[in-house]
């Protein structure tokens, strides 16, 4: 979800990448604590490009999982098709191979922990992205993920109770105001200066 949602609302009527560029990318990383060795990685523009690749699978497929609802906004007009998506995502994770590993201390329980061959940062990097993204799209959770339709908002979310339609209070709060000002508009329409 973290990768998703990379492509958010600016706040000023907008949309904002926070991949658009380099040094962009580079501070994403940084602040992904979860992703493996991502405090040392300085990106480049191919890393860039292949994390942006791989983000434009996941929203793809994220889009597919919500239809036949609408995708979000922000990409509905250039979403790459699902079988393109799947090939992107599907050799994205192939790139790093790993194996799985059991840990098992005296005292406490046994713990699996995937062991990688690859030396290079950059792969592991974009390779647990995907996995991150072929394990969601694999597992339960997905049942729930949801597009955002408020006004301005382009993110997806995992719905966390039934009737929830926004991703957060405040886009909700903007879908209010939006419904409320255009039944106000609609009724004023309606009344007799509309008639003339």
Request: with cysteine; net charge neutral.
């Amino acid at each position: 979800m973290e990768l998703a949602s990379t492509i958010h609302h600016d706040g000023d009527g907008g949309v904002a990448d926070d991949l658009e560029t380099v040094r962009g990318t580079t501070r994403w990383i940084q602040q992904e604590s979860g992703l493996p060795g991502a405090g040392g990685i300085v990106a480049d523009e191919e890393l860039r490009d292949r994390i942006v690749g791989v983000r434009r699978a996941v929203r793809a497929l994220f889009a597919r999982v919500v239809s036949p609802a609408a995708p979000s906004p922000a990409d509905a007009h250039r979403l790459m098709p699902a079988d393109e998506a799947l090939d992107r995502l599907n050799a994205a994770a192939a790139r790093e191979l790993v194996a799985p590993q059991l840990e098992w201390p005296a005292e406490g329980a046994p713990a699996a922990r995937l062991l990688s061959a690859e030396d290079d940062p950059r792969v592991r990097l974009v390779a647990a992205l995907a996995r991150d993204a072929v394990d969601f799209l694999s597992g339960p959770e997905r049942e729930q993920l949801r597009a955002c339709h408020a006004p301005r908002c382009v993110r997806y979310f995992i719905r966390s109770h039934g009737r929830q339609e926004w991703c957060k209070p405040s886009c909700g709060n903007r879908a209010r105001v939006a419904r409320h000002y255009e039944r106000t508009r609609g009724a004023a329409g309606e009344g007799p200066a509309a008639a003339l």
